[in-house]
């Protein structure tokens, strides 16, 4: 049987090594290491970038329903404005003929402006619950912004990085790193 021609694999690891350091090797582990710690943190800085639009929308269309239930509030406040302004022109026509008006007709009257009180305390909580909710969708957009000019900054430095990866520039990766920095920042302070 013949024998196998022996290769020292040592020396082989040792060219292969040499060779990635001489095209910059190390530094493109640095760019691909740096890189992928920004798409990471860029993609949890999306999904907080939606979860908060998604949270801000929700709020908004229950504002929207609460507007809504308000002016259906009112609406009723009114329709009982009207049947206690008739039941006191009513009252008013029995007294003008000098006549006691019927007790069901003041029953009414004070029934309708009872009536009228709850209803328009009905609708002022609806408008403040509105109002609150309106508040939190507005508090919640601005957090969506924060999160995706952070995600926007992310992104321009994994360009950054892949550009310097092409050109082996280290004032690009650095470029990169800072803009990257800055992202991380941005999110950060949007989470705290």
């Known amino acids: ?15 292969i090594k040499e060779e990635m350091d001489k095209e910059g090797g190390a530094f493109l582990r640095s760019i691909a290491l740096t890189t992928a710690i920004l798409a990471a943190v860029g993609a949890i800085a999306a999904l907080r970038a939606g979860s908060t639009a998604n949270e801000a929308l929700v709020l908004k269309t229950e504002a929207t329903q609460l507007q809504a239930q308000a ?9 009982k404005g ?5 039941a006191e022109a009513s009252e008013t026509t029995w007294r003008a003929a000098n006549k006691q008006p019927p007790e069901d007709l003041v029953a009414k009257e004070a029934r309708y402006e009872q009536e009228q009180d709850s ?16 508040l939190e969708a507005d508090h919640e957009m601005h957090a969506h912004h924060g999160f995706a000019n ?4 992310l992104q321009v430095a994994i360009a950054l990085g892949a550009l310097a990866a ?4 280290r004032p690009v990766w ?10 991380v920042v941005l999110f950060l302070s949007r989470i705290l």
Not at 1 to 15: G, N, S
Not at 174 to 183: C, E, I, K, L, T
């Open 71 to 79: 002016s259906d509030q009112w609406a009723y406040y009114q329709a």
């Open 166 to 169: 092409l050109t082996r520039a």
């Open 174 to 183: 650095f470029a990169s790193m800072a803009v990257g920095a800055a992202g």
């Open 119 to 134: 209803i328009k305390k009905i609708a002022e909580d609806k408008e403040k619950e509105r109002d609150e909710r309106s």
């Open 1 to 15: 049987m013949p024998e196998e021609p022996e290769i020292e694999t040592e020396k082989l690891h040792e060219a």
């Open 150 to 153: 952070s995600v926007a900054l």
């Open 82 to 86: 009207l049947k206690l302004a008739i």
